[in-house]
């Protein structure tokens, strides 16, 4: 059964980690027409998961569907507005195996950096699951606490952090949401000569940042971020960090300054620089089946914060390399 994980702010949940998952966590509306219709917890979930009512009452069975306190749902439990029930999520029947793992840059009895390959997303969503960062590293470290500080879009590659014990977490996660946090990309994309300009005029010379500013909104079934007119709410740097002038590519470093999603593919885009084998911009291939053989040239190179519980500084750097740029790099060399 397929469960939407949208809710409220976040809960201690009273079922434990399984498979590396955590249960997913149903808020019951508050609306009076539905709290006078559904007297009961059970008829609004046979309700709302009518097509699966057959596994709904196979988990019921079970008492793997529980209330906010814990109790096993059954016929007559209240329905409580605002009430949280839990239960655990059916995985797809069938995962494609990504066949890239995240590497391990940092582990401590706070922190795991991993170097995140690309093709495999930070957290379970839509029809990936198993096979992401979070349930591969819970299952195969036996770290059922773990939890993202932050995310890296599936095709991204690079430096992600996350946290081990659930007391330390919203420390970090409040670091980079406050964007007390460093991070430096590098892509690969169409080069802009020392001579060239961008469409608005702007040039773009090796070394020399130029800042992006715009205003970019995600709109909920859409599959990529768009730019509006409007007061900008995001703010990118970037500079040509080198160049290969005989196959018209760059090298760019970039800076996010602020963290909206698709940020730094969404303003190369706009300064006429798609990120090479993009497949959101500068059209949109979404549909397309993953070619291991053309990962997005985008790595989160490197990390630096003030760790928030220490005070003491603190820097990660990926290992990994930008397939493109490398090809060109031993071309050269050759």
Do not use: C
Not at 58 to 80: D, F, I, R, S
């Amino acid at each position: 059964m397929t469960v939407s994980r949208r809710g409220p702010a976040p809960h201690r949940p009273p079922l434990p980690v399984r498979d590396g998952l955590n249960p997913t966590r149903i808020v019951l509306p508050h609306d009076p027409g539905t709290v006078a219709r559904f007297p009961f917890a059970l008829d609004y979930l046979l309700h709302r998961f009518a097509a699966d009512e057959v596994r709904l009452r196979e988990k019921l069975a079970q008492g793997e569907v529980v209330t906010g306190h814990g109790e096993p749902v059954g016929p007559t439990t209240p329905y409580e507005p605002r009430g949280f029930l839990y239960l655990y999520r059916d995985p797809p029947a069938h995962e494609e195996r990504i066949p890239f793992e995240p590497e391990v840059l940092h582990r401590d009895d706070d922190l795991l950096v991993v170097d995140k390959p690309h093709f495999l997303a930070t957290t379970p969503r839509g029809r990936w699951v198993r096979e992401t960062v979070l349930v591969r590293l819970r299952t195969a470290l036996d770290l059922p606490e773990l939890s993202p500080a932050h995310r890296l879009d599936r095709g991204t590659a690079g430096v992600l952090v996350l946290t081990v014990r659930r007391e330390v977490r919203g420390a970090y996660q409040e670091a980079f949401a406050r964007r007390q946090v460093r991070k430096v990309y590098e892509a690969v994309a169409p080069l802009v000569s020392a001579g060239g300009s961008l469409p608005d005029g702007v040039p773009v010379a090796p070394g020399e940042p130029l800042t992006v500013r715009s205003r970019i909104v995600k709109h909920r079934g859409v599959t990529r971020a768009e730019e509006e007119p409007g007061q900008p709410n995001a703010e990118s740097v970037v500079t040509l960090a080198a160049a290969d002038q005989a196959r018209g590519l760059g090298l760019y470093r970039l800076e996010p300054r602020t963290g909206k999603t698709h940020q730094l593919r969404l303003h190369m885009a706009s300064l006429g620089l798609p990120i090479l084998h993009d497949p959101f911009w500068p059209e949109l291939r979404a549909t397309d089946p993953d070619d291991h053989d053309r990962p997005l040239q985008l790595l989160a190179r490197s990390l630096e914060l003030t760790d928030p519980l220490s005070g003491r500084p603190r820097r990660f750097e990926s290992r990994r390399t930008l397939s493109e740029w490398a090809g060109l790099v031993r071309e050269s060399n050759g």
